[in-house]
Each structure stands twice: as structure tokens, then as C-alpha cells.
């Protein structure tokens, strides 16, 4: 069972452009939505996260955005750069419950020069 | 500052062999996890320690699979014996705290194939 789905699996964007992936929960007790980033050979890594008292949280070149009646959240990389190609999981968790996540499958974004 | 360290980074077995992955967390670090990783699956929670205790061994997929944490600076995970299946990326990540709001550092992981 499936409790985080992310889409598009991968996608490709030209460098200066905006990468979008989505991910949808279905557990409404998660309220803590982490997004890690993964290049090759190396582990995951936490890149930012929201709870869902905010609508939108921006860190640099990188925004989520949070809709709660949707059950849904995204990850937005504005102006992408090559150096963003890497795998991006989302994931879900309850905040007063210790770090197990329910992690997306991944979408691997590649950024062309 | 020394990241997670886990070793070997890479194994090669034949079916039927034991195998143990190893890891050292972050120092301060009282939460440890295993994870693994596969294109099928995508990333699991096998185990989570915290103060060296396992809290929640639910994501271990069968007996053959084992985790051990004898003291704060140390934990292995043991597959034995392993099988073709179990060819994946093991993770261990490390947090200060264990809750899901605290960070956890990953690993480069051991990437493990059984032939």
C-alpha cells in the first residue's frame, strides 16, 4: 500500500527553467512533509520540509507548496541549474511520532546546459 | 566533520553467503536507521534504534535479516543467508533525537548485489 504518490517519475528541463514534481498522501494524520534530494552514489539528503500550518515555504531556488484539503503537496526548483539533476523523493511522517517516513518513489529531474 | 560512515561500499556474494554491512553514526547521534533501497520498492525503513535499543524492526523482511547497535558508535546489519533478492543499496542514516522533525544524515550506502 502505497501511502505517497509522486509523479512524474522523471523529468527534463532546461537549465533557467521551473521543475515541478507532485506528491499526494492519504494518511491525514501526516503533518510533516520532508523533500530530500539524492545524487548518484550518495545517500539521501534532506533538502527542506513544511507542516501544513503553512501553505508554502521557499528556501533559495526552492519552494513547496502544501494544499491540505487536497492531501496533497509539491516541490518547485525555480530556475533549475545542472547541478540540480539528482533524484527527488518526497516523504510524509506525524511529527510527535519518531522518524518513520513514508517515502514517494523518487523523480529523477535532469537539467540541460 | 565525519558524515555517517558505512562499509564495504560495495559487496559482490553468491547466494547463500552471510553478509554484514556495517556502520558508524555521527557522533552524538542517539537515533540510528537502516534503510534499502531498490528501483521495485524505493526506499524502506528496515530498522530504527535509539540509545542502541531497536525500537521498530517492522520493515525487517524476514529472519535471515539481523541488526545489532552494541554501543553508540557502532551498528551492523547482518543477511544471512542472502539471497538474489535481497541485491539492493543499503542506507544507514543517523539523527540527533529520533523524532521525525530531527534530521537524519544518510550514508553513501553499500550497494550489495547477491549473485
Known amino acids: 500500500q502505497q501511502q505517497v504518490k509522486q509523479s512524474p517519475q522523471s523529468l527534463i528541463v532546461q537549465k533557467g527553467g521551473i521543475s515541478i514534481i507532485n506528491c499526494a498522501y492519504e494518511n491525514t494524520a501526516f503533518d510533516y512533509f520532508p523533500w530530500y534530494q539524492q545524487f548518484p552514489g550518495k545517500g539521501p539528503a534532506l533538502l527542506i520540509a513544511i507542516r501544513p500550518d503553512v501553505s508554502e515555504k521557499k528556501e533559495g531556488r526552492f519552494t513547496i507548496s502544501f494544499n491540505k484539503s487536497a492531501k496533497q503537496f509539491s516541490l518547485h526548483i525555480m530556475d533549475s541549474q545542472p547541478g540540480d539533476s539528482a533524484t527527488y523523493f518526497c516523504?510524509?511522517?506525524?511529527?510527535?511520532?519518531?522518524?518513520?517516513?513514508?517515502f514517494g518513489a523518487g523523480t529523477q529531474v535532469v537539467v540541460t546546459p | 566533520d565525519a558524515g555517517v560512515i558505512q562499509s564495504p561500499r560495495h559487496e559482490v556474494t553468491e547466494m547463500g553467503q552471510e553478509v554484514t554491512l556495517r556502520c558508524k553514526p555521527i557522533s552524538g547521534h542517539n537515533s540510528l536507521f537502516w534503510y534499502r533501497q531498490t528501483m521495485m520498492r524505493g526506499l524502506e525503513l528496515l530498522i530504527y534504534f535509539n540509545n542502541n535499543v531497536p525500537i521498530d524492526d517492522s520493515g525487517m523482511p524476514e529472519d535471515r535479516f539481523s541488526a545489532k547497535m552494541p554501543n553508540a558508535s557502532f551498528s551492523t546489519l547482518k543477511i544471512q543467508p542472502s539471497e538474489p533478492r535481497d541485491s539492493a543499496v543499503y542506507f544507514c542514516?543517523?539523527?540527533?533525537?529520533?523524532?521525525?522533525?530531527?534530521?537524519?544524515?544518510f550514508g553513501p550506502g553499500t550497494r550489495l548485489t547477491v549473485l
Open positions: 516523504a510524509a511522517s506525524k511529527t510527535d511520532s519518531w522518524g518513520k517516513f513514508q
Open positions: 542514516a543517523s539523527s540527533f533525537g529520533g523524532m521525525s522533525t530531527d534530521t537524519q544524515y
